[in-house]
Protein backbone atom coordinates (compact mmCIF):
# COMPACT_ATOMS: atom_id res chain seq x y z
CA UNK A 1 0.00 0.00 0.00
CA UNK A 2 0.99 3.20 -1.20
CA UNK A 3 2.17 5.60 2.71
CA UNK A 4 1.07 9.19 2.45
CA UNK A 5 2.85 11.25 5.19
CA UNK A 6 0.90 14.66 5.08
CA UNK A 7 1.89 17.76 6.96
CA UNK A 8 1.18 21.68 7.11
CA UNK A 9 4.05 24.11 7.38
CA UNK A 10 2.90 25.69 10.09
CA UNK A 11 2.91 25.10 13.92
CA UNK A 12 -0.05 26.99 14.74
CA UNK A 13 -2.67 25.30 16.80
CA UNK A 14 -5.63 26.61 14.55
CA UNK A 15 -3.87 26.97 11.69
CA UNK A 16 -5.72 26.37 8.32
CA UNK A 17 -3.38 24.36 6.81
CA UNK A 18 -3.30 21.54 9.11
CA UNK A 19 -7.01 21.83 8.62
CA UNK A 20 -6.10 21.61 4.89
CA UNK A 21 -3.97 19.15 5.58
CA UNK A 22 -6.09 16.62 7.78
CA UNK A 23 -8.75 16.92 4.71
CA UNK A 24 -6.01 15.63 1.89
CA UNK A 25 -5.27 13.11 4.54
CA UNK A 26 -8.82 11.55 4.50
CA UNK A 27 -8.65 11.96 0.98
CA UNK A 28 -5.90 9.95 0.36
CA UNK A 29 -7.61 7.20 2.82
CA UNK A 30 -10.40 7.42 0.50
CA UNK A 31 -8.06 6.92 -2.77
CA UNK A 32 -6.61 4.11 -0.93
CA UNK A 33 -3.13 4.69 0.50
CA UNK A 34 -2.18 4.50 4.09
CA UNK A 35 -2.08 8.38 5.17
CA UNK A 36 -0.40 9.83 8.17
CA UNK A 37 -0.97 13.23 9.39
CA UNK A 38 2.51 14.63 10.94
CA UNK A 39 2.35 17.72 13.11
CA UNK A 40 4.89 19.72 12.94
CA UNK A 41 4.64 21.11 16.34
CA UNK A 42 4.97 17.79 17.73
CA UNK A 43 8.74 18.13 16.50
CA UNK A 44 10.41 21.38 17.80
CA UNK A 45 13.70 22.17 15.97
CA UNK A 46 16.26 24.56 16.65
CA UNK A 47 17.19 26.75 13.60
CA UNK A 48 19.38 25.40 11.61
CA UNK A 49 23.06 26.60 12.92
CA UNK A 50 25.65 24.89 11.17
CA UNK A 51 27.90 25.55 15.10
CA UNK A 52 25.10 23.25 16.25
CA UNK A 53 25.29 20.53 14.13
CA UNK A 54 29.11 20.61 13.89
CA UNK A 55 28.90 20.05 18.06
CA UNK A 56 25.76 17.68 17.97
CA UNK A 57 24.59 16.71 14.69
CA UNK A 58 21.21 16.22 13.78
CA UNK A 59 18.64 16.98 16.32
CA UNK A 60 16.85 14.28 17.89
CA UNK A 61 13.55 15.69 16.54
CA UNK A 62 14.66 16.09 13.03
CA UNK A 63 16.04 12.55 13.23
CA UNK A 64 12.41 11.24 14.36
CA UNK A 65 11.13 13.11 11.13
CA UNK A 66 13.82 12.10 9.13
CA UNK A 67 12.66 8.59 9.98
CA UNK A 68 9.14 8.85 9.15
CA UNK A 69 9.78 10.72 6.17
CA UNK A 70 12.09 7.69 4.73
CA UNK A 71 9.19 5.26 5.88
CA UNK A 72 6.98 7.62 3.34
CA UNK A 73 6.61 7.14 -0.43
CA UNK A 74 5.05 10.23 -1.09
CA UNK A 75 4.49 13.60 0.55
CA UNK A 76 1.09 15.86 1.05
CA UNK A 77 1.83 19.60 1.70
CA UNK A 78 -0.16 22.37 2.93
CA UNK A 79 1.97 25.58 2.94
CA UNK A 80 1.16 28.53 4.49
CA UNK A 81 2.31 31.97 2.40
CA UNK A 82 4.60 34.35 4.83
CA UNK A 83 5.65 37.18 2.21
CA UNK A 84 4.90 35.39 -0.96
CA UNK A 85 6.99 32.54 0.10
CA UNK A 86 7.16 29.14 2.64
CA UNK A 87 7.41 29.22 6.11
CA UNK A 88 10.52 29.44 7.92
CA UNK A 89 9.25 26.71 9.91
CA UNK A 90 8.80 24.75 6.74
CA UNK A 91 11.97 25.66 5.11
CA UNK A 92 14.04 24.96 8.49
CA UNK A 93 12.53 21.41 8.35
CA UNK A 94 13.82 20.93 5.17
CA UNK A 95 17.05 22.29 5.20
CA UNK A 96 17.60 20.04 8.66
CA UNK A 97 15.97 17.05 6.42
CA UNK A 98 18.54 17.58 3.95
CA UNK A 99 21.41 16.81 5.64
CA UNK A 100 23.76 13.80 6.11
CA UNK A 101 23.76 12.33 9.34
CA UNK A 102 26.32 14.24 10.90
CA UNK A 103 29.10 11.36 10.25
CA UNK A 104 31.04 13.88 8.48
CA UNK A 105 31.37 10.92 5.31
CA UNK A 106 29.21 13.49 2.65
CA UNK A 107 27.14 9.92 1.42
CA UNK A 108 24.26 12.26 0.59
CA UNK A 109 22.18 10.29 3.05
CA UNK A 110 20.78 13.97 3.09
CA UNK A 111 18.91 13.17 0.26
CA UNK A 112 17.18 9.64 1.71
CA UNK A 113 14.17 10.89 3.00
CA UNK A 114 13.25 12.67 -0.20
CA UNK A 115 14.69 11.40 -3.75
CA UNK A 116 12.17 9.03 -5.53
CA UNK A 117 9.17 10.61 -3.79
CA UNK A 118 6.48 12.03 -5.08
CA UNK A 119 4.86 15.71 -3.71
CA UNK A 120 1.46 17.12 -4.17
CA UNK A 121 1.52 20.54 -3.08
CA UNK A 122 -1.65 22.73 -1.56
CA UNK A 123 -1.94 26.46 0.11
CA UNK A 124 -4.44 28.00 2.46
CA UNK A 125 -4.91 31.65 3.54
CA UNK A 126 -7.27 34.31 4.59
CA UNK A 127 -6.19 36.58 1.64
CA UNK A 128 -7.71 36.26 -1.33
CA UNK A 129 -4.44 34.48 -3.46
CA UNK A 130 -5.11 31.11 -0.80
CA UNK A 131 -1.06 31.03 -0.46
CA UNK A 132 -0.44 30.04 -4.31
CA UNK A 133 2.72 32.44 -4.06
CA UNK A 134 4.33 30.18 -1.55
CA UNK A 135 4.23 27.35 -3.88
CA UNK A 136 6.46 27.65 -7.07
CA UNK A 137 9.04 28.34 -4.16
CA UNK A 138 8.54 25.18 -2.41
CA UNK A 139 8.46 23.44 -5.59
CA UNK A 140 11.53 24.57 -7.01
CA UNK A 141 13.18 23.47 -3.25
CA UNK A 142 11.65 19.98 -3.50
CA UNK A 143 12.57 19.48 -6.99
CA UNK A 144 16.57 20.09 -6.16
CA UNK A 145 15.63 17.89 -3.43
CA UNK A 146 14.96 15.07 -5.78
CA UNK A 147 11.02 14.81 -5.52
CA UNK A 148 8.89 14.64 -8.12
CA UNK A 149 6.43 17.63 -7.61
CA UNK A 150 3.23 17.04 -9.09
CA UNK A 151 1.65 19.98 -11.83
CA UNK A 152 -1.48 20.09 -9.99
CA UNK A 153 -1.52 21.93 -6.95
CA UNK A 154 -4.76 23.72 -4.50
CA UNK A 155 -4.55 26.98 -2.99
CA UNK A 156 -7.66 27.66 -1.15
CA UNK A 157 -8.22 31.19 -0.56
CA UNK A 158 -10.20 32.73 2.08
CA UNK A 159 -9.75 29.82 4.16
CA UNK A 160 -11.05 30.87 7.60
CA UNK A 161 -14.42 31.13 6.24
CA UNK A 162 -13.71 27.28 3.98
CA UNK A 163 -14.07 24.70 6.71
CA UNK A 164 -17.32 23.51 7.91
CA UNK A 165 -17.03 23.04 12.19
CA UNK A 166 -16.00 18.96 11.52
CA UNK A 167 -13.05 20.26 9.59
CA UNK A 168 -14.33 19.04 5.87
CA UNK A 169 -13.83 21.61 3.09
CA UNK A 170 -17.55 23.29 3.15
CA UNK A 171 -16.73 24.46 -0.84
CA UNK A 172 -17.68 20.87 -3.03
CA UNK A 173 -15.33 22.47 -5.50
CA UNK A 174 -12.32 22.91 -3.23
CA UNK A 175 -13.21 19.44 -1.91
CA UNK A 176 -13.03 17.83 -5.12
CA UNK A 177 -9.60 19.59 -6.00
CA UNK A 178 -8.04 18.27 -2.69
CA UNK A 179 -9.71 14.61 -3.77
CA UNK A 180 -7.70 14.87 -7.20
CA UNK A 181 -4.46 15.60 -5.66
CA UNK A 182 -4.96 13.30 -3.20
CA UNK A 183 -6.00 10.63 -5.72
CA UNK A 184 -3.02 12.12 -8.38
CA UNK A 185 -0.31 11.58 -5.35
CA UNK A 186 -1.52 7.83 -3.96
CA UNK A 187 -1.61 6.63 -8.04
CA UNK A 188 1.85 8.25 -9.26
CA UNK A 189 3.31 6.84 -6.01
CA UNK A 190 2.04 3.62 -6.37
CA UNK A 191 3.34 3.46 -10.34
CA UNK A 192 6.91 4.76 -8.99
CA UNK A 193 7.01 2.29 -6.30
CA UNK A 194 5.58 -0.90 -8.58
CA UNK A 195 5.93 -0.04 -12.05
CA UNK A 196 3.94 -3.53 -12.92
C1 LIG B 1 4.90 37.12 8.72
C2 LIG B 1 3.64 36.82 7.98
C3 LIG B 1 3.57 37.05 6.63
C4 LIG B 1 2.41 36.74 5.92
N1 LIG B 1 2.40 36.91 4.57
C5 LIG B 1 1.34 36.51 3.85
C6 LIG B 1 1.35 36.56 2.42
O1 LIG B 1 2.31 36.96 1.80
N2 LIG B 1 0.25 36.12 1.78
C7 LIG B 1 -0.86 35.64 2.43
O2 LIG B 1 -1.82 35.25 1.76
N3 LIG B 1 -0.90 35.58 3.78
C8 LIG B 1 0.15 35.98 4.50
N4 LIG B 1 0.14 35.90 5.88
C9 LIG B 1 -1.07 35.41 6.55
C10 LIG B 1 -1.02 33.90 6.71
O3 LIG B 1 -1.22 33.28 5.47
C11 LIG B 1 -2.11 33.47 7.68
O4 LIG B 1 -1.75 33.93 8.98
C12 LIG B 1 -2.34 31.99 7.70
O5 LIG B 1 -3.52 31.71 8.42
C13 LIG B 1 -1.18 31.22 8.32
O6 LIG B 1 -1.33 29.85 8.11
P1 LIG B 1 -1.94 28.88 9.22
O7 LIG B 1 -3.38 29.29 9.42
O8 LIG B 1 -1.85 27.51 8.60
O9 LIG B 1 -1.15 29.01 10.48
C14 LIG B 1 1.28 36.22 6.60
C15 LIG B 1 1.37 36.00 7.99
C16 LIG B 1 2.52 36.29 8.65
C17 LIG B 1 2.60 36.03 10.15
Known amino acids: MTRVLVFAGSARRDSLNKKLARAAAQSARE ?15 PLYHGDLEAASGMPENARKLRDLFIAHDALLIASPENNASMTALLKNTIDWLSRDLGDGKGDASGLAPWR ?20 PHLR ?11 GAQVAVPRAHEAFAADGSLADERVARSVRALAESVTQAAGRLKDPD
Open 116 to 135: GKVAGLMAASPGGFGGVRAL
Open 140 to 150: QVLSTLGVTVL
Open 31 to 45: AGAEASFVDLDDYPI
